[in-house]
């Protein structure tokens, strides 16, 4: 009976750790601290926010964010907009990267008003930043996200911005089929061992 419960207080921890090790909002160093995720967006951002280099046309831009290879890892992307415009957009990606997770404040630099988790990136631009998502009243703009102040509208895509790469989910995170398959074999085992000494 004894051992009966220790299998089971023991799946139960193997098993909330493997599901719940996300559970507290953090920016999580990845790929050596070339980038960072964010675990409640479910985001990785490229640390460096001006990996490119040089202002590009959206076109040059995607493509650049999408040939990206960082530490073997690709998949990477621009970030996607909502169809919120003016000030105060927190619900696109850049818009959740500048007001929750840098501490941006409207009308105000994000290289002036920040929190700490602003001094683990690098080279984050006093400028527009290109969206991945294109503006759907007149597809010859795309929707930017405005560093200098925290506000997000549209812009001539033939028009030079800046870009900062991004991957959805965790670059580091283990599959879930593949940790089910972990937590599966752990407590089969534990099962079999509790049968053998009972018999």
């Not at 750790?17 to 951002?45: I, K, Q």
């Not at 690709?74 to 500048?98: I, K, Q, V």
């Not at 920040?114 to 991945?132: G, K």
């Amino acid at each position: 009976m004894t051992i009966h419960k220790t299998t089971i207080a023991l799946a139960a921890l193997v098993f909330s750790f493997v599901f719940s090790a996300s559970a507290n909002a953090a920016l999580v160093s990845r790929l050596g601290g070339l980038a960072y995720y964010d675990d409640v967006a479910d985001l990785t951002w490229l640390a460096d926010a001006n990996a490119a280099g040089t202002q590009m046309n959206w076109d040059d831009a995607n493509a650049w964010a999408a040939g990206l290879v960082v530490g073997g890892n690709g998949n990477w992307r621009l970030a996607d907009s909502t169809t919120c415009f003016g000030y105060g957009c927190p619900g696109s990606e850049m818009g959740n990267l500048f007001f929750n997770v840098l501490g941006g404040s409207t009308g105000y630099s994000i290289l002036t008003n920040h929190n700490a988790n602003y001094d683990l990136f690098s080279n984050v631009q006093d400028n527009d930043y290109w969206s991945a998502t294109e503006y759907a009243i007149d597809t010859t703009k795309a929707w930017r996200y405005a560093m200098y102040n925290g506000s997000q509208g549209s812009t001539n895509k033939s028009w030079g911005r800046d870009a900062w790469a991004v991957q959805s989910g965790d670059v580091s995170a283990v599959p879930v089929p593949a940790a089910a398959w972990l937590f599966g074999s752990a407590l089969l085992g534990l099962i079999g061992i509790s049968r053998r000494k009972r018999a």
